[in-house]
């Protein structure tokens, strides 16, 4: 086989060529390939037509939009899916086998496709973030946002198993091939860098397009390296070449093809071709190694605080541990005395700077328990002078009013007004603020988001239950007084529980010449409407009406319209009329 004009002999000579051949031909032997399988590999590449064109970008744009859903919606299966319909190691193998055999024609073409490819998904990923009705950093996305010198060296395994199933295609090779496709992840990236740029945060591009180059980069480098080890650059790739030019119409990359030839047929032109994805990954590598070391330091820094907050006390009865580009934030309350809180801020701040090698933010909340309340009773009484005992309830109150003045300043009006909030304090939970409102109900992503505006207000994991009202009456006509009042009673429990409501009720009035057992499931539904212990409450009120009716409001209720003629009676005549 002719010699390519990019492979010239080494400096030792015709003997020292021909050893390094025969080591080729050995190594490429003991994977199966045959001289003759070279050069075929060579010129299928060469001699791809355009007709495959409409089917690679199918394929691309397809892998695209399935990626691009799958990380907004974090899952990792259709993400997987995405890699395996994408087309885009193809013209990267095809890239690293022209810049192996010097073939300015298959690397200018490779290199073409590459870029546009590049181009088409982080465009189109980024007009459909601009689409989406949300935006989420999901953890399929933030996987693709950190990389580190970990994934390079991922991307080197893939690349060389990408380049041996190039070099032997086949049924042997096709588990290899979607294993490959899987863990290189080419087109993820590249979504993440769009929806990055969708979004217009500029950490979320920039990490995953740190990712990308150093997977385009070590696909690239090994995969030379692989084809010329294996004797592919003693492919003659002149006559092939030769004849895909004849085939190409006038233009760029015909002109460029024919200027890069001087370049590739230098006489150590193969050294040149390696360097540069050598270079390229060596500038990749130091952002990588310093994201790996400070990921490092992030795991070890949260596993030994993680221990030292499990050696603590079980009187500890919520924490929050933050440890995040170099800083360190422990937030805890405790149950003890406010000494005792003291002790163990200090002996944490310690030892966290001691692990950590910075100052932490450490605070500790005391509450005061049933035990320590008696240890200030029996010390109060043990003194001659009368001390008032400070208990718990000024620091609870204290509490409530932070609360209600970060739920005034973050409730959103569309929900109504805000009547009632209130503490619960689950054990090993956060807290749970409960809000009762009038209006339509919150719904999950409103509550919270509204938990995280109050979380950020009290500096403590804070969760929101919603519990809503209806401001719209609740009617029935005459005979279905029992569905009326299982849907009414909830509703009217509320203003028994929260003294900014009223309740206005109107039940029908006798029914006169009405069968009996209308009027006995009158009476009926009107003793259990009694029974209800909202009625107690005096904000309730009952009169008659044509209907069953019940709604409950901030305002008090109208008074009832006066029958005609009776202009001079008193208001409220027939309030209580009905149900007393």
């Given at each position: 086989m002719n010699q390519d004009r990019g492979s010239q002999p080494p400096a030792g000579g015709p003997l020292a060529a021909a050893a390094g051949a025969a080591f080729q031909d050995r190594i490429a032997a003991a994977f199966g390939i045959a001289p003759e399988a070279r050069e075929a590999i060579v010129r299928g590449m060469l001699d791809r037509s355009a007709r495959g064109a409409a089917g690679y970008w199918l394929q691309l744009l397809l892998a695209m939009g399935i990626a691009s859903l799958g990380l907004v919606l974090g899952s990792g299966a259709v993400v997987i899916g995405a890699m395996l319909i994408s087309p885009l190691m193809g013209p990267i193998v095809e890239l690293g086998m022209g810049l192996a055999i010097g073939s300015p024609f298959l690397a200018l073409r490779s290199f073409t496709r590459v870029a546009f490819s590049i181009v088409t998904v982080v465009t189109g990923a980024a007009l459909l973030t601009l689409m989406l009705p949300f935006h989420e950093v999901t953890a399929e996305i933030a996987a693709r946002t950190s990389p580190t010198a970990l994934d390079l060296l991922i991307a080197i395994f893939c690349a060389i198993a990408a380049a041996y199933t190039t070099v032997r295609p086949g049924s042997d090779t096709t588990s290899t091939a979607a294993g490959t496709a899987i863990g290189i992840a080419l087109v993820p990236p590249l979504c993440v860098v769009g929806y990055g740029i969708g979004t217009r945060v500029k950490s979320i591009a920039s990490g995953a397009a740190l990712l990308f180059t150093?997977?385009?980069c070590a696909i690239l480098l090994f995969a030379i390296l692989c084809f010329l080890l294996?004797?592919?650059?003693?492919v003659s790739t002149a006559e092939l070449e030769h004849a895909e030019l004849a085939k190409q119409k006038p233009g760029a990359i015909r002109r460029v093809a024919r200027a890069l030839q001087?370049?590739?047929g230098l006489r150590h032109g193969w050294i040149f071709r390696v360097m540069m994805p050598l270079a390229l990954l060596g500038a990749v590598y130091f952002p990588l190694?310093?994201?790996?070391?400070?990921v490092s330091w992030e795991v070890r820094v949260r596993g030994a605080i993680q221990r030292m907050l499990d050696a603590l006390p079980q009187s500890t009865v919520r924490s929050s541990l933050t440890v995040?580009?170099?800083?360190?934030?422990?937030?805890?309350?405790?149950?003890?005395?406010?000494?005792?809180?003291?002790?163990?801020?200090?002996?944490l701040r310690d030892k966290i700077a001691a692990v950590a090698?910075?100052?932490?933010?450490?605070?500790?909340?005391?509450?005061l328990d049933a035990s320590a309340l008696e240890e200030v009773a029996a010390s109060v009484r043990a003194t001659s002078a009368p001390i008032d005992v400070v208990r718990k309830e000024p620091e609870l109150a204290l509490l409530r009013q932070e609360l209600a003045a970060s739920l005034s300043g973050a409730w959103p009006h569309a929900a109504g007004p805000l009547v009632a909030s209130r503490l619960r304090f689950p054990e090993n939970d956060p807290v749970v603020v409960e809000v009762v409102h009038v209006g339509p109900a919150l719904g999950d992503a409103a509550a919270d988001l509204l938990g995280r505006a109050l979380s950020r207000e009290l500096g403590a994991e804070v969760a929101v239950q919603d519990r809503a009202i209806s401001p719209e009456p609740i009617v029935a006509e005459p005979a279905g007084g029992w569905p009326w009042l299982q849907a009414a009673g909830p509703a009217l429990a509320w203003v028994d529980e929260v003294e900014a409501l009223h309740g206005c009720v109107e039940v029908p009035a006798d029914p006169g010449e009405k069968p009996r057992q209308d009027v006995e499931d009158l009476e009926a539904v009107r003793a259990?409407?009694?029974?209800?212990?909202?009625?107690?409450?005096e904000r309730?009120?009952?009169?008659?009406?044509?209907?069953?009716?019940?709604?409950?409001?901030t305002a008090p209720c109208a008074p009832p319209e006066p029958a005609p003629g009776d202009a001079g009676a008193p208001a409220d005549a027939g309030q209580d009329g009905g149900a007393r």
């Open positions: 150093a997977n385009l294996l004797g592919y650059g003693a001087v370049f590739f190694r310093e994201a790996l070391a400070r995040d580009h170099g800083t360190v934030a422990v937030r805890l309350v405790t149950l003890g005395r406010a000494d005792e809180a003291e002790r163990i801020e200090q002996d090698g910075m100052t932490p933010k450490v605070d500790v909340i005391a509450v259990a409407l009694r029974a209800l212990p909202a009625l107690r409450a309730v009120h009952v009169r008659e009406g044509a209907r069953w009716r019940s709604v409950v409001s």
